[in-house]
Each structure stands twice: as C-alpha cells, then as structure tokens.
C-alpha cells in the first residue's frame, strides 16, 4: 500500500490490540513508522483522557450507584469581572454520559467550549442557565448573588434533582449536596455546567460589546483589563457596571 493509504488505514485504529497497527509495526518504510508512532501517540493520549473522564464521573458513580437517579452539578462563571451579570450553570447528565472532553472550562479553549456546549445541552437529561444582574450583585454582593442564582437554576430544572454536586459552595436548599472546592476539574456535571455557563455569558458580553464598543467586552468579558480600565476612567461607568466593586466604585474620588 502507498503510504498514503497506511495512513487512511491508521486513522481508523481505536485500539491498541489492532492487527491492522501490529501489522505496519513491521513494514520498514520510514513513513510508515512515523505513521505508526503517531497512531500510538495518539492512542495513548485518547486513553489518558477516558481514564481522567472517569475520574471526573467518580462523584456521579458513587451517587448513581447508592441509587440517586438524578445527580445536578452546579457551576457559576463571572464572579471577578467589573461589568456583567454573574451566570449559573445546572446540568444533569445521563448514566451513559460519554462526552469525554468535557473538563473544567478555563481548561478549554473558546472553540472546544462551544463546540461542547451544543452537545451537552443535547445528551443532558435537563440543564439551566440562570443570570444575576450587576443591579442585584451591588445589592447583596456576588456571593450572594451567585448562591441565589444556583438556587434559582436548581429550582428550575425537571426532573428535580436528588442530590447536589456543587462547585465550592453551598446552596440554600433542602436538596442534599456535596461541597467540592476546584469542582469543575473534579465533577464532570459541574464542568458541563461550568462550559454551558462560560459559553452564556461570553455571549451576553459579546452583546454588551456592541452596545459598549470601548469597552472591549467581547474579548475581556468585563475583567479589569488596561484597555477596560482605561475607558471607565475616560467614560465613566455603564449600566451594566458593578457599582460596588473596585475601581468602579473609586470612579470620581
């Protein structure tokens, strides 16, 4: 075969025990055995994922298996920023759940989150995406804000969930749940959620960028960026700037 056929060949090995890869194992062409090394490469990473995929189910298994059928994890994106509402994520995923890439969101980049995110909205058996206003953040502060937001997200998904998986937080609910600090790199309901969070907001932001161009929202997502910080000092703060956080609340002193 033409070495561009091996490589056709190749591409379609999702083991290692293939025959078709032992086989060109032994084919002395140099281009083969490159072909070969990238095949095994290739294998061993997508291995090394499924076993960190499992690992990131272990919180869901243990759940599932003491005979809790619908386990939500819960995620909020956009604590830190200066301008822009705080977004909660809140997924349950099916037992046979097998988006392996799923991981935490800042692990990922913005072409893989929005990639997944249609994906998880499809296999999830209910998901919700809940905002909290910049107004009701400098009300109660974004504490606050993001635990009423996971306990309006929570409250909104059908079936209602048994048990809670929740990222560094807790919840005023009655629900049972489980407290995990760095979640969304241990759970991967709370990573589904974190992605599906992520993606929300960047698109509220990519919005507000269009009504508030010098601000640079849709690259900054509302963090305190030179080029942000810079427009608030020369115009001054927008509706959808959080009053109470600093250097926003310093604007003027």
Same mark, same amino acid.
């Given at each position: 075969?033409?070495?561009?056929?091996?490589?056709?060949?190749?591409?379609?090995?999702?083991?290692?025990?293939?025959?078709?890869?032992?086989?060109?194992?032994?084919?002395?062409?140099?281009?083969?055995?490159?072909?070969?090394?990238?095949?095994?490469?290739?294998?061993?990473?997508?291995?090394?994922?499924?076993?960190?995929?499992?690992?990131?189910?272990?919180?869901?298994?243990?759940?599932?298996?003491?005979?809790?059928?619908?386990?939500?994890?819960?995620?909020?994106?956009?604590?830190?920023?200066?301008?822009?509402?705080?977004?909660?994520?809140?997924?349950?995923?099916?037992?046979?759940?097998?988006?392996?890439?799923?991981?935490?969101?800042?692990?990922?980049?913005?072409?893989?989150?929005?990639?997944?995110?249609?994906?998880?909205?499809?296999?999830?058996?209910?998901?919700?995406?809940?905002?909290?206003?910049?107004?009701?953040?400098?009300?109660?502060?974004?504490?606050?804000?993001?635990?009423?937001?996971?306990?309006? /997200?929570?409250?909104?998904?059908?079936? +209602? @969930?048994? *048990?809670?998986?929740?990222? =560094?937080? %807790?919840? #005023?609910?009655?629900?049972?749940?489980?407290?995990?600090?760095?979640?969304?790199?241990?759970?991967?309901?709370?990573?589904?959620?974190?992605?599906?969070?992520?993606?929300?907001?960047?698109?509220?932001?990519?919005?507000?960028?269009?009504?508030?161009?010098?601000?640079?929202?849709?690259?900054?997502?509302?963090?305190?960026?030179?080029?942000?910080?810079? /427009?608030?000092?020369?115009?001054?703060? +927008? @509706?959808? *700037?959080?009053?109470?956080? =600093?250097? %926003?609340? #310093?604007?003027?002193?």
């Amino acid at each position: 075969m033409k070495i561009s056929e091996v490589k056709k060949v190749l591409a379609q090995v999702t083991t290692e025990t293939d025959p078709q890869l032992a086989a060109y194992e032994a084919d002395p062409r140099k281009g083969v055995q490159c072909l070969v090394q990238q095949t095994k490469r290739r294998l061993t990473k997508q291995r090394e994922a499924e076993a960190a995929f499992e690992q990131r189910l272990h919180f869901e298994k243990e759940l599932w298996q003491q005979g809790i059928q619908y386990v939500a994890g819960v995620d909020e994106v956009g604590r830190g920023p200066l301008a822009g509402p705080v977004v909660i994520g809140a997924v349950i995923l099916p037992h046979d759940f097998a988006l392996v890439n799923v991981n935490d969101s800042k692990q990922l980049t913005d072409h893989e989150r929005r990639g997944l995110a249609p994906l998880i909205k499809q296999t999830a058996v209910a998901y919700q995406l809940v905002s909290i206003s910049p107004q009701t953040i400098d009300q109660i502060n974004i504490y606050e804000a993001s635990r009423l937001g996971m306990k309006r /997200a929570i409250e909104q998904l059908q079936p +209602t @969930p048994e *048990h809670l998986l929740v990222d =560094a937080m %807790v919840i #005023d609910t009655d629900l049972s749940q489980t407290k995990l600090i760095k979640g969304d790199a241990k759970s991967a309901s709370i990573a589904a959620a974190s992605i599906l969070a992520k993606v929300a907001r960047d698109d509220l932001m990519i919005k507000y960028a269009d009504q508030y161009p010098e601000y640079g929202f849709d690259h900054n997502d509302g963090y305190g960026t030179k080029e942000h910080l810079q /427009a608030l000092r020369k115009f001054g703060a +927008t @509706p959808i *700037h959080r009053k109470s956080f =600093a250097p %926003v609340r #310093d604007l003027g002193r």
